[in-house]
C-alpha cells in the first residue's frame, strides 16, 4: 500500500479499516499458503478470506456500480505527448516484454514522452526488463511510492473522490487510490493498462481523475479463462470501463478481441487487433558452442530434441506436454524432451514423466531462451488458452518448426502447415502425432523451419506494432 491509499485510509470509518486490514491478512496468508502447501491451498484460504469479509465487501450489480461511480469527471488539461503505461511488474512475461519493446522503440522514435507505473515494486524477477526499460529513458515509478503535495492534498480533502474509492471492491481499492495520485501528479495525456489488474484498476483511477484518453490492453482470452486468476468484481467495474468514451481497447490476437467482446457483451469491432512486435536484432543465430551444450545437457546422445518453454501453470497444461512425451517415447524410443520453465505444477510433470528417465530433462527457468529454443529439433506449445505466445514467435524466427494447440492467438502466430502444425486442443493423439510426423520427416521439418524467419518478419514487425499502438492514443 502507498502513501495515496494510506492517507485516505485514515480518513475512512473504524469499521472499513478493520475490513481492509483483514482482506489484507487473508490474502498475505494466502500468498504464504501458495509457498507452503501450493496453488490449492492458496485458492482455498484466499476464498475464506473474501468470504468472511463479504459483510463488508458485497459484490454490486452492474446497476450499482454505475450510481456508485458516475461518469462526470472533466477531462483534466494534459499535455499532449505523455503516456502512463501502468503494467503489474516488470517480470519475464510476454506483456512485460511487449511493453519493453514498444518503450524503447518508441522512445527512440520521439513519438511520446512515457513513464512507466508498476503496482509491484521492481527488485528480483519482478525487475526483469527494467534495465531495458531503464536504458530509453523512462522513469519507473512504483505505485504510491512517493508522494505528490497537491495530490496528497486532493486525495484527503475532495469528497467525489472519496465516495468513488468507498464504492470499489476492497481487493482493488489501495491500488486505485495509489494510481489516482499518480495520475494526479504526472497528469498524462493517456494512461495505458497492460492486463486485467492494471486495466481495472487504473482504468478506474484515470476515469476518477480525468485523465482525457484510456487504452486498456487485452494480452490473451477474457479472465473468466482463468479461474485461478478471476474476481468476481472484474465483470461489473470493466463494464464500467468500457461504457465511458475515453476508453479505447486492444488485443494482441482476433481470438483474443473476439473473446472480450463476448465476455463485455460489446461489438467486436470496438477492439482494435495490435499483433506482437519481434525483433529480430534480438535473435540473431545464438553461439553454435551454447547451443551444443544445451543439446549435450538435454540430448546427450544426439537425439533428436523436442523443447517447451512455459509457465508451469495450469493454462499452460505441462501435464499435456510431459504426456505428449510418453506417448511420443512409446513409438520413438530415441527421442529426448527438454522443459523450460518454472511454476507450481514442477512436481506434477516430473512425477508424470519420470518413466522417461533421462529422455526427459527439467531445465527450469532460463535466461538464455533463444538458445534453448536454437537447439531444438521442433519446439512443442500445449496450452489450454494463450494471447499471442511469444515462444513460438521466437521459435519460427530462429527458424525451428513448431507444433501448437489451436487455441487463442495461436491462430495468429502460426502459420499452420507453412511453418508448423497446430492441432485442437482436446486433441493428445493429434499432438503426438504431429510430433512424430515432423520427426520422421526430414524434408518437412526443414521446409517448416525455413519458411519461420520470413512469416515473422512480415506478420510480426516492431514498427507495426508501435505504430498501431501509437494511433490509439490520437483522437
Not at 498524462?188 to 482504468?203: E, I, K, L, S, Y
Not at 543465430?285 to 508451469?312: I, K, Q, S, Y
Amino acid at each position: 500500500m502507498g502513501c495515496y491509499a494510506t492517507a485516505f485510509d485514515q480518513i475512512l470509518p473504524l469499521h472499513r479499516r478493520v475490513a481492509a486490514f483483514g482482506l489484507r491478512v487473508a490474502h498475505g496468508v494466502a500468498r504464504r499458503a501458495g509457498i507452503v502447501g501450493g496453488p490449492k491451498v492458496e485458492r482455498a484460504i484466499r476464498a475464506v478470506g473474501n468470504r468472511v469479509l463479504a459483510a463488508r465487501t458485497v459484490h454490486q450489480r452492474d446497476e450499482e456500480v454505475s450510481a456508485a461511480w458516475p461518469h462526470s469527471e472533466a477531462p483534466m488539461s494534459a499535455p499532449a505527448d505523455l503516456v502512463v503505461s501502468v503494467v503489474g511488474s516488470l517480470g519475464p512475461g510476454g506483456a512485460e516484454r511487449q511493453l519493453a519493446m514498444y518503450l524503447a522503440s518508441s522512445s527512440r522514435r520521439g513519438l511520446a514522452r512515457h513513464e512507466l507505473v508498476t503496482l509491484q515494486q521492481c527488485a528480483g524477477a519482478s525487475a526483469h526488463y527494467l534495465p531495458q526499460v531503464a536504458a530509453c529513458g523512462v522513469p519507473v515509478v512504483h505505485r504510491g511510492e512517493h508522494a505528490d503535495r497537491a495530490a496528497l492534498e486532493r486525495i484527503c480533502s475532495d469528497t467525489v473522490l472519496h465516495e468513488r474509492f468507498r464504492a470499489l471492491p476492497l481487493p482493488i481499492r489501495h491500488d486505485v487510490v495509489d494510481l489516482a495520485g499518480e495520475f494526479m501528479r504526472a497528469r498524462p495525456r493517456t494512461v495505458h493498462a497492460w492486463m486485467d489488474h492494471a486495466n481495472v484498476t487504473a482504468g478506474l483511477a484515470a476515469l476518477a481523475v480525468g485523465v482525457p484518453r484510456i487504452v486498456l490492453s487485452f494480452r490473451s482470452l477474457n479472465p473468466s479463462n482463468f479461474p485461478a486468476l478471476y474476481r468476481n468484481w472484474m465483470l461489473p467495474w470493466y463494464r464500467l470501463l468500457v461504457a465511458d468514451p475515453r476508453v479505447r481497447m486492444v488485443a494482441n490476437s482476433h481470438a483474443g478481441a473476439a473473446s472480450y467482446a463476448e465476455w463485455l457483451d460489446i461489438d467486436p469491432a470496438r477492439i482494435a487487433v495490435v499483433l506482437n512486435g519481434v525483433d529480430p536484432t534480438e535473435y540473431a543465430r545464438p553461439d553454435p558452442a551454447a547451443v551444443a551444450r544445451v543439446r549435450a545437457e538435454a540430448a546427450p546422445d544426439g537425439a533428436p530434441l523436442v523443447v517447451g518453454m512455459m509457465r508451469l501453470t495450469e493454462e499452460k497444461r505441462p501435464l499435456v506436454f510431459a504426456g505428449t512425451a510418453l506417448g511420443v517415447g512409446a513409438v520413438h524410443p530415441r527421442v529426448s524432451f527438454a522443459l523450460a520453465g518454472d511454476g507450481p505444477m514442477r512436481d506434477e510433470v516430473r512425477a508424470l514423466a519420470s518413466p522417461l528417465g533421462a529422455r526427459f530433462t527439467m531445465l527450469g527457468a532460463r535466461s538464455d531462451a533463444a538458445t534453448v529454443l536454437a537447439a531444438a529439433d521442433l519446439v512443442l506449445l500445449t496450452s489450454r488458452a494463450e494471447g499471442t505466445p511469444n515462444v513460438l514467435l521466437e521459435a519460427q524466427l530462429l527458424g525451428v518448426p513448431v507444433v501448437a494447440t489451436r487455441v487463442g492467438g495461436v491462430g495468429d502466430a502460426v502459420d499452420d502447415g507453412g511453418t508448423g502444425i497446430l492441432c485442437a486442443a482436446d486433441d493428445p493423439a493429434g499432438l503426438r502425432d504431429a510430433v512424430l510426423r515432423l520427426l520422421g520427416d526430414d524434408a518437412l521439418r526443414a521446409r517448416l523451419g525455413a519458411a519461420g524467419p520470413a512469416w515473422i518478419a512480415r506478420r510480426f514487425s516492431v514498427e507495426a506494432m508501435v505504430d498501431a499502438t501509437d494511433a490509439l492514443y490520437g483522437g
